[in-house]
């Protein structure tokens, strides 16, 4: 019988272990803490996993991630360099980002932020009907999540583009890829939403630079990595009203701590990472097949090449 062990760093391992018994009876999937041969375990199922969970299985071969994100796993030094990692590819978190994304974009879109600021004055006054196709939404990561997301939002008529390393074909989308279209990118974006995930290449892209870029009066919307934005730059940006606003689900220390100044910002929206979360029943069935297709020694989907970073 194949043995994984199931690491999650601060929820229960219960729901998923309950999961994973109801889709996949043969997979013994069990609480690290709870093997008894730890010797003879080859897969691990994790999230962020400290070090004790390596030192108890010294023969692991392969880790599922439990999230799509794999920069926790990649910068965790105690992660051996042989080990092949698997991430989850949406697992339930597009249509959840979907939601999110909606969500703030229409709050801008109809201007509820300026009708929140006209009732605080007590001022009744219609602002001008723009259309749809005049808000142009831009998407750093056209992957799993952010095509998803590029799709979806033409419901709205929005002008949807995005940005990606490679140039994709995703209809009613304008592609713009590499660094030498970045640039391009931002000057046609009202929403820069972030759905990248966080790699050397990647790291601190929202900065002053970049959001300069994009015209006055512009949002930026970050749900990829905290590391992603320089969070000086942002309220420097927002405080010159270059920037109308800011919606941040991720941060580069979680939980933020209550003394910071985002806390208190009057353009700063925020959820504490909270934009997607891993489904149990869509992952769990990933997981069980990605395991059964690499025991049948096929290449299933999901492989993080660790060159790329993700
Ligand atoms: P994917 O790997 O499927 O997509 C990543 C996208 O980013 C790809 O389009 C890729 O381009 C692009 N990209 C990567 N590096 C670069 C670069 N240097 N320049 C330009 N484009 C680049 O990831 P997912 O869509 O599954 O997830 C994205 C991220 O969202 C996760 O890594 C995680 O950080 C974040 N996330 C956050 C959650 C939350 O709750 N806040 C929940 C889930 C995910 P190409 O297609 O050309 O390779
Ligand atoms: C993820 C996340 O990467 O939840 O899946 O952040």
Redesign the pocket.
Known sequence: MTTCALYTSYESTEPWLLEFSRQFPHLNVQDWQHIANPEHVKYGIVWKPTQAFFERFPNLTTLFNL?????ALLSNPAVPKHVEIY????GG??A??NQYFSYFLLHYYRDMDRYQQQKQQKQWQVLPFKPASTFSVGI????????QLAQHLQSYGFDVA???????QLQGVSSY???EE?EGFLKRTDALCC?????P??QG?LNRHNMSQLPRGSVVIN???GQHLVVEDLLELLDENHLRGAVI??FEQEPLPKEHQLWQHPKVMMTP??????EYPPCVKKIGNTLQAIIDNKNPSGLVDRC???
Do not use: C, F
């Open positions: 999230g799509a994100g794999v920069d991430r989850i590819e949406d978190m597009a959840q980002m750093l990561g056209l992957g799993q999540l952010g095509a995005g940005w990606s390393r490679n140039k994709k890829a590499g660094a970045l759905l990248l995930p966080l790699t290449d990647t892209i749900a990829g990595r689900d991720v990472h909270s934009s997607a979360q891993s790329r970073g993700y």
